[in-house]
């Protein structure tokens, strides 16, 4: 009677072994050295400090900033100290590495082992099986794993473990759906579903026992920053800050943006009130509220309330309703949004399992697809040989298909489980499908942005150069201009980059930001540009109602690129000053 049992144990192990191998090459190497530097500072600092000290000492963590929620911070604390019994100083050593991944690596196999828990009691044990290999032995979910290293397969392990326990212990699960918020901001979209699903279940004591469990943890982690006077701050780095994010443009991801054309290109095209010119917009149109940064969070919101609405009424079978709703969230998160990471799909190859394993071969061979897809996007910010060290060195350029494939991948996954009768799924997909012809007639042809750029090293007397954003945090603005793109700065300043290998120059703008109007209205500043430490531009004076100057630097051949803001000779009062539509371009590789 044991016999099948005792087979079926040995493919589970046999397959996680196989997994496990999969790994091993990885785990040693560098992965994205940028945010690896970034984790071992962090765990550096905190093997001393405590984590609501972090926030407000970003300066001597490498990048210089701070915007992860605390949970993860917790676990490189723990981390660090531990190393720290071995050795003095174990950050930067191979094995403090490897110590890094091999939390990711654990995160894979509790989320693989939870998939077949839920899947064997559901279905079968032969289903769980299925569920575990389809996520362990998936190239992409290895790859961002192991060498990556990344927190995506923690914040997922909670999700996916919060998910499962709603059924049986929702106290447990409210506990858990806190911790995935106190891992990554982007639980606030999906989190939703898991108090939707008791109350459309009429299981009014679940949801009760699931907020009460929700509270606790998010009282758990936010009362010692409440006790040392952080809070406001952990909000404005963690929440408020990382959420201007979404109105600017994508790197590094081949989402709806990649067929695109950049606002910085002025080519005629059919759509230019979409995008402007320059990297610009009249800062009193109507259209800056539809204009490309702000227009794939409206399609996100359009298309997630969709999404729960279908929810809500959903006639199909049940226990798909969750684990679609959750799949086709985390699509929608990654392809529309404007400003995006390439690892935020990563959780949607988690809640389609269930999907996939129970469906038929069309659900199969889309989750495949959608895996060779993302697959191919780690690999373009991260190959396997970690040659690329942070995203100033990412330059995806032409990847039409792929972003094609991807879209249309993940539409027809969505459009399976929309409706039984086909048309609502039917016209929305043909109303997608008039969105990618668009992308396809506007070709994205633009260089990469300066302020995706890492700086070597700045100089500010009051607060910090802002990408993106003027000093202040708000849109730069210059005149009667709004810019995508840029650097905020307040006299004196010097920013330095290093030159991007191949680049043949920086195009920008540069003025006052036209916050200073209407107020004292002290504003002189005068701009340079450094070039391997000699000076190749200078600009006049500028004064609070000044226009724009468009500037172009020449780059063949350079190493480092220095942009300065110098006060007028009078104090450097209300001296806010913007480098705006700052793009470098590339010559032939």
């Not at 009677?1 to 090459?25: A, D, H, Q, T």
């Not at 290293?149 to 909670?158: R, V």
């Not at 269930?354 to 889309?366: D, E, K, W, Y």
């Not at 200073?516 to 005068?526: H, K, L, P």
Request: hydrophobic share 50%; net charge neutral; with cysteine.
């Amino acid at each position: 009677m044991n016999e099948p049992k005792l087979g079926w144990n040995r493919v589970l192990l046999g397959v996680f072994l196989i997994g496990l191998v999969c790994r091993l090459p990885y785990v040693c190497r560098p992965g994205f050295q940028q945010d690896m530097l970034y984790y071992r500072s962090c765990a550096e600092y905190l093997s001393k400090h405590s984590v609501p000290s972090i926030y407000a000492h970003a300066d001597q963590i490498a990048g210089g900033v701070v915007n992860y929620p605390p949970v993860y911070l917790y676990i490189l604390q723990i981390l660090g100290r531990f190393a720290c019994l071995f050795t003095e100083n174990p950050f930067q050593t191979t094995g403090f590495l490897v110590l890094i991944k091999s939390i990711n690596i654990l995160a894979d196999l509790g989320t693989a082992l939870c998939l077949f828990y839920y899947l064997k009691r559901t279905v079968d044990i032969s289903y769980g099986i299925l569920g575990f290999a389809f996520f362990w032995l998936n190239p992409a979910v290895i790859y961002l794993g192991s060498h990556f290293g990344q927190t995506d397969t923690i914040f997922s392990f909670y999700l996916v473990l919060s998910a499962i326990l709603l059924q049986t212990l929702p106290l447990l699960g409210g506990i858990f759906c806190g911790v995935a918020l106190g891992m990554k901001m982007q639980a606030l979209p999906l989190l939703p579903l898991f108090f939707l699903l008791p109350l459309l279940e009429k299981k009014f004591r679940a949801f009760l026992m699931t907020a009460l469990g929700f509270s606790i943890s998010l009282a758990a982690l936010l009362l010692p920053f409440y006790f040392t006077q952080q809070l406001s701050l952990l909000i404005r780095s963690c929440f408020w800050e990382p959420m201007q994010w979404g109105t600017q443009l994508t790197y590094g991801a081949w989402n709806l943006w990649q067929l695109h054309a950049d606002p910085s290109v002025s080519d005629q095209l059919p759509f230019l009130f979409l995008f402007g010119s320059d990297g610009a917009l009249p800062a009193d149109s109507v259209f800056l509220w539809f204009s490309y940064h702000r227009f794939g969070f409206v399609l996100f919101v359009i298309s997630y309330f969709l999404i729960v609405f279908r929810f809500c009424f959903w006639r199909g079978e049940e226990s798909s309703r969750f684990w679609w709703a959750l799949s086709a969230i985390s699509l929608v998160f990654f392809f529309f949004p404007t400003r995006i990471h390439e690892r935020y799909l990563f959780p949607f190859f988690v809640f389609a399992v269930p999907l996939t394993v129970v469906g038929g071969s069309g659900r199969r061979i889309g989750y495949a697809v959608l895996s060779v897809f993302f697959l191919l996007n780690l690999m373009t910010v991260c190959p396997p040989d970690s040659r690329l060290v942070s995203l100033t060195e990412v330059h995806v350029g032409d990847s039409d298909i792929l972003a094609l494939v991807g879209l249309l991948t993940a539409a027809l996954w969505i459009k399976e489980q929309w409706s039984r009768t086909g048309r609502v799924s039917w016209t929305l997909l043909a109303v997608f499908g008039l969105l990618l012809m668009a992308g396809l007639i506007e070709r994205r042809t633009a260089p990469l942005p300066l302020s995706a750029y890492t700086s070597r090293s700045w100089i500010q007397e009051w607060k910090r150069p802002q990408r993106d954003l003027s000093i202040d945090g708000n849109l730069l603005r210059v005149g009667n201009r709004v810019y995508a793109r840029g650097i905020g700065t307040h006299a004196p300043s010097r920013i330095v980059f290093d030159v991007p290998e191949n680049a043949e120059r920086v195009t920008g703008w540069i003025g006052p930001d036209a916050s200073v109007v209407g107020g004292y209205e002290r504003t002189s500043i005068v701009f340079a540009v450094e070039l391997d430490g000699n000076e190749v531009f200078r600009s006049s004076k500028f004064m609070a109602r000044s226009a724009a100057q468009k500037i172009e630097i020449p780059l063949s051949g350079r190493r480092e690129l220095a942009l300065i803001v110098e006060d007028g000779s009078d104090g450097n009062k209300d001296d806010l000053a913007d480098w705006c539509g700052l793009f470098v371009e590339y010559g032939p590789k």
